[in-house]
């Protein structure tokens, strides 16, 4: 089979027309092999790629059999004004012209991981962050320019780790057996917090819950009793950090400007001092509910004020777990979906299915070579003969090509976590077939 342009979008995965010999061969020659090649196959390649930008498609490679073939995509270089191709998803065949070794930069491995994890817990010990009473001005150090990264992933502030350490170390991201999938009333899920909070210290002698709290519909008289508590002259603090309390709860409204907290028929809105940050938002927020948490400072002026916030989808309140988009609920759904299934069966070979959604990133290592990774979602299958399985599972469903090629590349570095199946199954090639057929195709025959 010739190599193919296929259509990024509408629909994802389409033939839009196969290359001719001539044009493969030089695609081949100039792209692959890097050869000097004549002047036609150089316009020839050139011609090739300038189409692929024109019409949003991708090149496949026939070099691989299969349902997922090596993809390559035509990028531009903002500093020469030059296109070239990057390959992306399935490797190509070590024999292809087109095969290479992915290069290294300063932020990922030549197999595609991230170099430095790009979220790991706080610890309790020090996420306070630091006093800024008497802090003098200094011009800003320069920064690196991140440039046309497209594998660079932002940072989490310091609020959302707070919150997804508390939510990881009460096993919230967890799900013990996906059927019956869990119905636990939400209070349960704060309860749970609140014991992490009881059972862990931010300075000596002192819990955690001493700082963090979950009833928002405290009046004005008692955020100024706690903040004096905290601020008490024998009161232990960590040295050097500044004094703040923190409110954590659920919420069905948020927007980059405040968080709305409702109980029966009483309400309060919060409109903290920064805003509000959304996890994977750049509008209001539009796929609730939500984890969200607040921070409280002493201002200049004596009052307690709500100066920073951040908010992060999950599933629903039955069953609490983070999720980064509303496909990823969707495919939480399909998983749950086919674990329902399978419990129906009789005799199925697959005894039931766990869950958890990774918060933080994952070491792995790859050729020898130590990256990060972080998988959507880790499912162990339990066979009735109480052996293991695992999987990785990545929600694909975006469209955006940048996001579609950073995330392929660190797909190298998941399989050393589990089998990869990718929602929708086949990705990038669209198919019909859904996630929870294929899992349930592939759990029925697990050996």
């Not at 916030?309 to 990823?328: N, T």
């Not at 070979?349 to 990133?361: A, C, G, H």
Request: glycine share 6%; with cysteine; charged share 30%.
């Amino acid at each position: 089979m010739a190599m193919r342009l296929v259509k990024k979008r509408a629909p994802r995965g389409r033939l839009s027309r196969q290359l001719s010999e001539t044009e493969e061969s030089a695609v081949k020659k100039v792209c692959g092999r890097r050869e000097v090649g004549s002047q036609e196959e150089k316009a020839l390649a050139l011609d090739v790629l300038t189409e692929m930008r024109r019409t949003d498609t991708w090149l496949a490679c026939s070099c691989v059999a299969g349902d997922v073939p090596p993809m390559n995509s035509a990028n531009l270089r903002t500093d020469t004004g030059t296109i070239y191709l990057q390959a992306f998803s399935t490797p190509h065949d070590a024999d292809c012209p087109m095969f290479r070794e992915l290069k290294e930069d300063d932020d990922t491995t030549r197999s595609g991981t991230r170099k430095t994890a790009g979220s790991q817990p706080v610890s309790y010990r020090s996420f306070l962050p630091r006093e800024e009473n008497g802090a003098r001005l200094q011009a800003a150090p320069a920064r690196p320019d991140d440039g046309d990264d497209r594998l660079r992933r932002k940072r989490r502030p310091r609020l959302a780790r707070l919150l997804l350490t508390l939510i990881d170390d009460a096993g919230l991201n967890d799900i013990e057996t996906l059927a019956p999938f869990p119905t636990a009333p939400a209070r349960e899920a704060i309860d749970r917090i609140a014991v992490v909070t009881r059972n862990n210290e931010f300075t000596r002698g002192r819990p955690l819950s001493d700082i963090v709290r979950f009833w928002p519909l405290i009046t004005k008289d008692e955020q100024l009793r706690l903040m004096g508590q905290l601020e008490a002259p024998d009161s232990s603090w960590p040295a050097g950090r500044a004094r703040h309390f923190y409110q954590i709860f659920m919420s069905d409204e948020v927007s980059r400007e405040r968080a709305t907290f409702r109980f029966r028929s009483e309400k309060a809105i919060f409109a903290p001092e920064k805003g509000l940050r959304i996890n994977g938002e750049s509008q209001d927020g539009l796929r609730p509910p939500y984890w969200v948490i607040l921070e409280f400072r002493r201002s200049a002026d004596g009052n307690i004020v709500c100066s920073d916030g951040y908010a992060h989808a999950f599933h629903s309140r039955s069953c609490p777990v983070p999720v980064d988009s509303v496909l990823e609920r969707q495919t939480l759904d399909s998983l749950a979906t086919c674990a329902a299934w399978l419990a129906k069966k009789e005799y199925a070979p697959v005894r039931s299915l766990s869950l958890k959604k990774p918060l933080f990133d994952y070491a792995v290592k790859v050729d020898g070579e130590e990256g990060w990774v972080l998988p959507d979602f880790l499912v162990e299958a339990t066979t009735a003969a109480g052996e293991k399985k695992a999987f990785v599972i990545e929600t694909m469903g975006y469209q955006d090509e940048d996001y579609v090629e950073r995330k392929s590349r660190q797909h190298r570095g998941m399989r050393t976590l589990g089998q990869l199946q990718t929602d929708p199954p086949r990705w990038p090639v669209e198919t019909d077939r859904t996630l929870e057929k294929q899992m349930y195709g592939l759990l029925l025959h697990l050996k």
